[in-house]
């Protein structure tokens, strides 16, 4: 893509309404677009990251064996007022007449609608377990929507849901998704540290979330820094591994400020490896068994014919969210650098330009051209801009490679730069070692 | 995938509701399940299909130079006002009242939210032409929602804007469209007719229908049987030859009953190519010029800095709508045949199993291992049911491959049956071959 017929709005101030340094970038650089409080259009440089973002977590979601499907927004309240949370659910759910009067809604998580459509699919045992998730948009009604697309009204998620025939089975499901989530944080190049938590509105007796660090963060944390010691690669995806795996983070100290005791930390944490730091929560899992089932009558025949409710958990990861998450942990000294498996582009050729001089930049696009072939996402600044300039919006734009066309470039031999670090002079073939790698 | 774990909810009643047979085929082979009136979950096996759907409409998208973005789904009233359109909508736009009283509507279509966030995104020629599009669900409250997801209330959709700085300029982007959809429709074995039309609510003087042949349509088409001879992969994407195949197209008779004159069609269309059939609307391009950018003051600078009013069009694709659109075209006495490119599996595995002998479950598990290495996605049926009723159950299905394991495969070599055709006895390698062309 040549910068000059991307849409991307960048603009150089400082956007008034935003407090945050992610929700100041995403403006900055053109990721997004509010478009009335608390909801956005995302443009298409954010749209890219999103959808990377997105593909990771499907990849682990399948990997795990759950399958993908796709709820509507629009949601009855009938199966909510089975539930007993419609009344429960506050002001924060949009609530929608329909031409007819029908009271509606816009889904703001889906616990009732998966299990409506669980009963009246499969009836036995023998198709359980089961795994199902979704990637949809959500609506909460915040009151006073902020901090960008971390706390919008409007946000993207990837939710999942089990169903197994007892509380045993139901904690191997469990435990697939934690190793699931862990490996998907992990891919984004983020450290991820489950916590456990307590459930709020979702109810149910075991929960965990998943934070991340960020200086920035809306959470205290106190951990132990072994925590990161525990690889969940090393881990297999079978029920004996994954609760060892469960049973390894147990033992090391983590918490938030809601379940932070000093005495107790002090005790199990050396000081040397106590971490009390912030973080941001990107991933929330939970166990609640027959807490909808039960009201819902959503029952399986076991192996005597018997009916027992189904056990259920929920699980989910703010997708939109992660975008700004991933920039209040990567965003450092005014210079982003999204991780390569996320990056809006793959590497950006930045020629010195003048308005005498177009050499550099036919070499940029002999160069953009080789690239492309090799199947590299390549974004090239043909903008006539001073190089100086040129530098400080891709600090912010964050592609983490960079191709240097300008006086140090010689022959076949470009300057390359990894972002944060010292730029090198290397023939083409080397650099596309470099960026596949 | 094996067939026991899918979440496939197939019913062997045919559902009473469900009064075509497109919709009647996705309830019983559970691709959807409705979740209020007009409104559905996408199933594992639907989700699939519309999956792939997406991926070839975004596909040729990116290759006319359409950037992806996405807007969101709840939009502000206030737009909507600007454009005159608040009020003309009619009772179809489901309006919504956020908690602080602000009117806000579920998005039926974009042309005033894409307005808005061009209007503050760019301000000069220089970054003209622009394409933008996004897949995104759109809500329209029909009075009587009906035809399953053809006539629905919650729909998911591909549309496109153009931005130009002249009407010229801007039939160029029309003709990219134009261009796109019948690749787009070419790849998913359908046979699409692009008809002139009338513009209806969306305003303009420029409009064209694509229309796919189905005996269960919903329109009358009268057509000349040589428009099939126009083969839109013999164009170029360049303004020349796209500019050729629209006037190539405009020569050949074809029109819906709205537009159809008898007198005209007779002297036109020779007996012996006159072609009386019905069909069904899956896409439909707009171009209108000013009519939005003017109310909504979007404007661009030209060369000499004079301010004008940047000229648009829209471009539509019923995603989830295709699904149904294609089982109208493609469902015929009582087989179902996937186009491949959309098909939910590329293969499915049918053994004979019987209680006392799993001999033929045991190789076609090989086979099953030995096609997955291959990136081949394949459904093995391991359900243990009688031969007749699993064949009847994949007609419905629809996976256009079967490898069949029972008496008829021997040693190395297995039954391999496309539907609707007789089966062969192939090698694994030939039949790989076959599954890959």
Redesign the interface.
Known sequence: MYL????I?ITKDLPAEAKIKSHQLMLRT?MI?Q??AG??????LG?KV?KKIEQIVREEQNFI?A??????????S?IWKESGRYNDYG??M?R?K???G?E?L?GPTNEE?IT??FR???KSY??LP?L?YHIQ?K?R?E?RPRFGVMRC??FYMKDAYSFDLSDEEAKKSYNKMFYSYLKTFNRMGLKAIPMSADTGPIGGDLSHEFIILADTGESQIYADKNIFEINPDLYKLNDQSLQKMREDFSKVYAATDEKYKEEEFNKMVKKNNQMITKGIEVGHIFYFSDKYSKPMNCTIDDKNGKKTFVKMGSYGIGVSRLVGAIIEAKYINEVMKWPKSISPFDVVIIPSISKNNKENLDKAEKIYDELKKQNIDVLLDDVDENMSNKFKKHDLIGVPYQIIIGSKSKGNNFEFKELNSQSEILSLEKIKLKIKK
Chains 1, 2 share one sequence.
């Open positions: 000059s017929k991307l849409f709005p053109g677009k478009s009335s909801i956005y259009s995302w443009l298409p749209f999103m064996g399958q993908e499907m796709l709820m509507p927004t629009i949601q009855s009938e002001e924060e949009l929608i329909d031409r007819q029908r509606m816009y609608l409506d459509v009246s699919s499969l023998k198709s089961q199902l948009w609506f009604d009151i009204k409007e």
